[in-house]
């Protein structure tokens, strides 16, 4: 008697190199199957449209959090391994790293070096152009249309109503306050400028 052998679907070289590149980021297979899982719910009992999107707003959030601090621990050691290839006599000590985007805050350990030029070396922070503590642009512009808008208490309940993660009201002002300073230097040198004279008569 013959035993049938249920037919295996063989995957394509993309399938494959998805499946790797997953197993490498276990944090980003989480958020993965995460995300299909509330695709998968719609089998059972129906669920109303803007629960799904809150709940999707929050994966997609905690997606590109986990991918933000996967790609920057992905090039920490990168610069590591070069700058030991450049100088095999440089030792290391670790620091953690944070900075805040749209997504939250973002923490990374990072290598702090002492070579024979330096005795302290950070190689993330200018690379991918970042600092400690530091905000991203974008989300310095939330920061300051919210803070421009509502008391500093208020935008900072907003940041965590619409972004989904929590930031000091002192940091709200101190964004605010940083964008309406330079905006006003940009509006004095304007007022120091002398005004241009209309022509007397219009193109011909």
Request: proline share 4%; aromatic share 6%.
């Amino acid at each position: 008697m013959k035993h049938k052998h249920p037919h295996q679907t063989q995957l394509s070289s993309a399938e494959q190199r998805l499946i790797k590149h997953l197993r490498e980021h276990p944090e980003l297979m989480e958020r993965f199957q995460t995300i299909l899982e509330i695709t998968a719910n719609a089998d059972g009992p129906v669920k109303r449209a803007d629960k799904i999107e809150a709940l999707l707003i929050e994966e997609m959030r905690q997606l590109g959090n986990a991918t933000m601090e996967s790609w920057a621990s992905r090039a920490e050691r990168t610069l590591g391994e070069q700058l030991k290839q450049k100088d095999p006599s440089a030792v290391v000590r670790k620091k953690t790293l944070t900075w805040w985007c749209v997504f939250g805050a973002v923490s990374v350990t990072e290598r702090v070096w002492c070579t024979e030029q330096q005795n302290y070396l950070r190689l993330l922070p200018e690379a991918i152009g970042v600092s400690a503590r530091g905000r991203f642009k974008r989300l310095e512009r939330v920061l300051t249309d919210f803070g421009s808008e509502h008391s500093f208490r208020h935008a900072a309940a907003r940041v965590l109503e619409h972004y989904g993660f929590e930031i000091n009201a002192s940091a709200v002002r101190n964004a605010t306050l940083q964008h309406a300073h330079r905006a006003g230097q940009i509006l004095q040198k304007e007022y120091e400028q002398p005004f241009r004279v209309l022509p007397a008569a219009g193109a011909p």
